[in-house]
T-cell receptor
Framework: EDKVVQSPLSLVVHEGDTVTLNCSYE??????LLWYKQEKKAPTFLFML????IEKKSGRLSSILDKKELFSILNITATQTGDSAVYLC???????????FGTGTLLAVQP | NAGVTQTPKFRVLKTGQSMTLLCAQD?????MYWYRQDPGMGLRLIHY???????AKGEVPDGYNVSRLKKQNFLLGLESAAPSQTSVYFC????????????FGPGTRLTVT
């Protein structure tokens, strides 16, 4: 069965801290892994990863994929209160060739 | 451009009532999706459509029906609402074969009492 597991479920940090969010998966027909940020409303796209070991970076956010060990991490450095959100990991592929979402990690950044 | 819009934004139904959620897009995307999001469950796919006039079941289709009569609109219907359908519903659109470019609507919060 295709599945995506994110950890931790929730996290509280202080501004300036660095956080690492985890996403592990089991999926047939892997095509890509995606990270989304969801604030109060709709998820917004952050990164897409298809190859192992290649880091994607956008400002203070970065992500990397390990296809051998079947996981990805999302790092956020020097966190700000505006980083508070649910971070969703999703796999594209699987038996239905659709997006399969994890349950998300709720990140709260306190001033 | 409005992108992806959803109507209504909020709704409260009584058990057994019916309703239709509308998703509209102006991006000319072929694929459209309906998801539900529940606490601790992530986003789960209800139904999807790969083009006008076509629909298919997703992971949790029971209790829902959909129609895609026009390319820009995707309707989600609840014929007889149940409390288990209390959720936040998101519509998403996608350009063909570019999964990372799923654009989400703002969501509809539905409560069934």
């Amino acid at each position: 069965e295709d599945k995506v597991v994110q950890s931790p479920l929730s996290l509280v940090v202080h501004e300036g801290d660095t956080v690492t969010l985890n996403c592990s998966y089991e999926v047939t027909n892997f095509r890509s892994l995606l990270w989304y940020k969801q604030e109060k409303k709709a998820p917004t796209f952050l990164f897409m990863l298809t190859s192992s070991g290649i880091e994607k970076k956008s400002g203070r956010l970065s992500s990397i994929l390990d296809k051998k060990e079947l996981f990805s991490i999302l790092n956020i450095t020097a966190t700000q209160t505006g980083d508070s959100a649910v971070y969703l990991c999703a796999l594209y592929g699987g038996a239905t060739n659709k997006l399969i979402f994890g349950t998300g990690t709720l990140l709260a950044v306190q001033p | 451009n409005a992108g992806v819009t959803q109507t209504p934004k909020f709704r409260v139904l009584k058990t057994g009532q019916s309703m239709t959620l509308l998703c509209a897009q102006d991006m000319n995307h072929e694929y459209m999706y309906w998801y539900r999001q529940d606490p601790g469950m992530g986003l789960r796919l209800i139904h999807y459509s790969v083009g006008e006039g076509t629909t298919a079941k997703g992971e949790v289709p029971d209790g829902y029906n959909v129609s895609r009569l026009k390319k820009q609109n995707f309707l989600l219907g609840l014929e007889s609402a149940a409390p288990s359908q209390t959720s936040v519903y998101f519509c998403a659109t996608q350009n063909r074969d570019r999964a990372y470019e799923q654009y989400f609507g703002p969501g509809t919060r539905l409560t069934v009492t």
